[in-house]
């Protein structure tokens, strides 16, 4: 898989407006702090020149006299990153966008069109910079974790050959870990475990000590470079999901196990759902959709799978031979996450993990998802 990043996406859009800004310290100014001004965050040029984030306006300018103070535009922003999403998307179906500018993407199975991944990777910067005039980094590697940290190297494309992951990831210091919680960096590292090298040879049975017994084998697999993660389809938003089924040969809508197949989909996500489209398609092509209303949204797994298998045989007639049923599905509050987040949105989504452990545990028991608190 591609990791691709291109650093200091909001930088490279204002220069990209103004010629006069490259080859300068750049930085926007924090919106949070209106009264006092203050630096949100700066480029490569401004770290070097000692600014950083939270550094009060004035006295940035007595360290850097050429700072240049940018207006921040996050929705130019938002819209530069769903360019990039409908970039990728013409490349390959499957990638995840991450942080602004950052992309990971699958190329296994692209060969017969396009050729080697490590060529389609050199394209698609090349064709990035052209159309947008954006400079990028890649890494190219079957681990996501050593394609990520490859692109951070800052070459035109950083290649991991199959096989040699754990080496290269094992120099890497775990700070660079993704995903990876403050405290247990704090206990690594009073431990001597300060990189990836360090963590390699640990057994999972002693990693589980140390972190989770759940979370440790996805960190076993990321310090080896053993990841493999299936990537979702880039035309999904965040915060939404897809779930299709296709039958072949079509069969009577009595034969379908819809009610099992959705509470595996329900579960599959760890937030509560706050939208849901159920679809499917008979012999014919007909499309039918069923949309759940917010009483059946509250209600436990268990009754919602069934609402789903009742609405279900009562659009489709037994005379219909059916051939697709697909789930639509919005999680958490709802919505994309924005990048000034409503405290309160952040609250109630930190307390989504323990609503679904509930759900899992109480299958049968109304369990009540934190926004429908706040509606009342």
């Given amino acids: ?22 080859d300068r310290p750049l930085a926007f100014l924090n919106p949070e702090t209106p009264r ?4 949100w965050f700066t480029n490569r040029l401004g770290r070097a020149a000692g600014l950083g ?15 240049k103070v940018l207006e921040p535009s996050p929705q130019v922003w938002w819209e530069a990153q769903g360019s990039l999403a409908d970039f990728l998307q013409h490349w390959t179906p499957q990638g995840q966008l991450g942080r602004l500018g950052e992309a990971l993407v699958e190329l296994q199975g692209t060969q017969r069109i396009y050729g080697p991944p490590a060529d389609t990777a050199q394209r698609m ?3 990035l910079a052209q159309r947008h005039g954006w400079d990028s980094h890649g890494g190219l590697s079957l681990s996501a974790t050593a394609a990520q940290l490859a692109a951070h190297g800052e070459h035109q494309l950083d290649l991991v050959a199959e096989g040699t992951e754990a080496a290269f990831l094992a120099p890497q ?24 090298g360090d963590l390699q040879p640990v057994p999972l049975p002693v990693l589980g000590e140390l972190t989770h017994p759940k979370l440790a084998p996805d960190l076993q697999a990321k310090v080896r470079g053993e990841d493999r993660p299936r990537l979702p389809l880039l035309t999904e938003r965040p915060g939404h999901a897809r779930h299709g089924w296709r039958f072949q ?27 849901l489209v159920l679809r499917w398609w008979d012999v014919d092509g007909e499309p039918h959709t069923w949309r759940a209303a917010p009483e ?10 069934r609402r789903l298998q009742q609405a279900f045989l009562a659009g489709a007639t037994r005379r219909l031979l059916v051939r697709d049923v697909e789930l639509r599905l919005a999680w958490g509050l709802g919505r994309e996450r924005s990048l000034f987040q409503d405290p309160l949105h ?31």
């Fill in 296 to 305: 059946d949204l509250t209600a436990p797994p268990l009754i919602l799978a």
């Fill in 173 to 196: 210091p775990l700070r660079r870990l993704p995903d990876l919680a403050p405290r247990i960096r704090e206990r690594f590292h009073r431990l001597g475990l300060r990189s990836f």
């Fill in 346 to 376: 952040q609250r109630l989504e930190r307390l989504e993990p323990a609503l679904a452990h509930l759900r899992r545990r109480f299958p049968d028991q109304l369990v009540l998802p934190g926004w429908v608190g706040k509606g009342a």
């Fill in 36 to 39: 006092s001004p203050s630096l």
């Fill in 125 to 127: 910067r090349r064709e």
């Fill in 1 to 22: 898989m591609l990791a691709m990043w291109v650093p200091e996406l909001p930088f490279q859009l204002a220069c990209g407006r103004d010629g006069s800004l490259r």
């Fill in 53 to 67: 984030p939270g550094l009060p306006l004035d006295q940035a300018l007595r360290v850097a006299p050429g700072l």
């Fill in 249 to 275: 040969p079509p069969c009577l809508p009595e034969e379908v196990a819809l009610a099992a197949r959705c509470l595996d989909w329900l579960w599959s996500d760890s937030r509560h759902p706050r939208h």
